[in-house]
């Protein structure tokens, strides 16, 4: 008698396929995944995802084994994640969900010693090449304006964020106390303050702030290209954005007053003071660590797009430790589906209100 095939639940985002900006490139890996699971034997039963529906509780253990995309939650369901990661193109898998949300911020011991395994010289040629990359062809989450000059003047650069942004969670800090410190802070060291706000951001709340801020004779705002605002600048400080990521790639002394699953590479601080001592004095970064760490998280932790066999064997390690499912008939397969809309109608109407 032949052995049942597993049957993985697929998420499929097809509201993100279509978007202009990076439609093709989540359209490219959705097709390595199909690939990898043709090779894997398993039988696929896709699942519609509508937008908002990160918070909507997934399978748990003794359902079917679910690849879900854009969402989070705890590590006991029988899940696993992905997301688009910082640096193009590239993606995350991590059972309990992204950027603050993840496994990795919530516990970064676990991956220690995977970390401390990586070649520290093969480490850095790829973190320097990857930096050299970004740098010249301009390359970022976003599309950027074209590199301008430096800013004259040492600065301490500071990314925003979209206030709604579901990451937002992860602030220890609010963003307006935050930026007001950073500012005091570096002005104290004799430094300026280059503020970019985030190019989706609408709120009239930031827009309000940033004139009151404005009034500094010390902060300056930009719209220009973030590897040269990163490159020019004695340090960068922020939340969790993907712009602090691509400033460890860049070698750059980063603080960070929110979780992520790039902390561990930064100097986090989780109070005010605490902040406003990390910009006065920020603390000398271990380069070799924080090399082998970047190393480990795009070759290890994430996949690129195009990479079959990495997300073949990713997705193996995951499905065959994964606990059986009960039978189909048994499923709660449209509950499931309910909880989805849901919250996707939930989402939609914050986002209306907030």
Known sequence: MTARRKVVTLEVPEAWFSNPEDGDRHRLFYSSVLAALAELG??????WLPRG???APRPGRGENFTISFHSYGDASGNVLRCKEAYIPPYYSFDPMGYACFSQLAASPDLYRQAIERQD???ASRFVRQLSGDLIHGNRSKYAQPDPGEELHGPYVFVPLQVQNDSVAAGNWIDTEEAVTAIAEAAAARGLKTVVKRHPRCKSASVARFLDRLG???????SSGSIHTLIVG??????AN??????????????????????????QQVRDRDALMRAIAAPAVPDLEWRDRFLFWYLTEYCVRADDVPAIRRML???????????????????AYIRRLYLYSLLDRIKRRLF
């Not at 193996?316 to 048994?330: D, F």
């Open 42 to 47: 398993v039988l696929i039963d896709p699942v």
């Open 53 to 55: 529906a990160e918070r």
């Open 120 to 122: 520290p010289e093969q």
């Open 215 to 221: 009034q500094r004779d010390d902060v300056l705002f």
């Open 233 to 238: 600048a004695d340090l960068v400080a922020g």
């Open 241 to 266: 954005s993907g712009v602090l990521f691509e400033a460890l790639i860049h070698g750059k002394p980063v603080v960070s007053y929110a979780a992520s699953d790039f902390g561990a590479a930064t």
């Open 316 to 334: 193996s390690e995951a499905i065959h430790a994964a606990p059986e499912a009960i039978s189909a008939a048994e499923w709660r397969r449209p």
